[in-house]
Every structure is written in C-alpha cells, then in structure tokens.
C-alpha cells in the first residue's frame, strides 16, 4: 500500500497515511479518463441555442420586384439570409449533447486519474482544514502548503468556512468528496484532500 505525508494547516508534516491501492495504485488508462470528460462536458451543454431559418422568420414569398430590366439584384423573397431580418443559413435547433458512459468505466476512470495524480505528487493530504472564513486565512494555508498553482480542496462534507474562504481565490476551489469527479481531479495542478475525505474516496471506490 501506498504511503503519504500527512500535513497540518502550517505545512509541516504530522504522520503518514496509508492509501487503499485499489482506488490509489491503478494503472493510468488515458484513453479512458479522455473518454469521460469528454461525455462529461459534452452532458453539461443545454443544447438549448435556436435561430430561425428562411422558412420561419416573418414575411412572405412575394417577388420582391422582378426578374430584368432593373438594375437591381434578382431576389425571389425577402426571407432569404441576404436580408436584414431574414432567415439564418444553417440555423442551429435545439439538440441533446449527452453521451452515455458505462457506469463502471466512470469509477475506474477515476481511480486511474486519482492514482496519476498520487504518482506525479501532486497530491497533497492535511489533517484538516479548519480556517475563519477570511480569503487571507486560505492564502496563508496555500502559501505554507506550497500551493502556488491551481488547488482544489476536498473535503468530507460541507464546510462553509473553507468555501468562503477561498471565494475570491482565483486558483483554489472546494469541493466535497462525493461530488469529486475525473475532470475535477484532472483539471487542478495540485489535489488537497483531508484524511476525512481519503477515508470517504477509499469506502466509495474500493470496490
């Protein structure tokens, strides 16, 4: 089993902790990990976007002057793209984005790209977060843990002291461990859990 340095608040390291392999020693399966963020993505679009073609905008068909001898273009109605108020060439419609993903392929997704970031030690335990909510008390923790790229914090439950506190911190987010997902973990530099939220992330993905 896998062993980390568990942290305080002040960066210094107060024991160690080990990791459950079957959730932090997985191979890495890039095709995989690409294949769920790109159906995750893809299901967080509304696909709600509508603009009118020729054949739905106001107006009629009528000619609107004719053929020859006028020295104007020839138009055969005032719906067409070319005229102001007309209709959109190839108009987008409403539409479902969604991909389907094995449920099963999601959790060992996961797995693969919590075990990449443990291998690239960019994964960093604390024993706890435990701040006023004040963004100054977060960047004092960020700056003793070395955080100096972008960090997600990951907690078991909510708290609202480290969510306050890290609101108008550009590079740091807060998350609880049963909404991390594989993008969540991909997209950050740095992934901070505390042992609470280890513990929770072992019992949901060991099996």
Known sequence: MATVKVYNQNGEATGSLKLNDKVFGVEYNEPLIHEVIVA????ARQGTKS???RSEVRGHAKKPWRQKHTG???HGSTK???WRGGGIV???KPRDFSKKVNKEAKRVAFRSAI???LKDKNLVVVDELTVEPKTKAMVKVMDALKLDKTALFVTNGQNENVIRATGNIPNADVVTSDLLNVYDVVVCDKLVLTK???KSIEEAYKE
């Open 51 to 53: 603009a009118l073609t």
């Open 80 to 82: 067409g793209p070319q």
């Open 72 to 74: 104007r273009a020839r």
């Open 115 to 117: 075990s990449a970031k």
């Open 40 to 43: 995750q993505l893809a299901n």
């Open 90 to 92: 190839f108009a987008p």
């Open 196 to 198: 609470d939220a280890v």
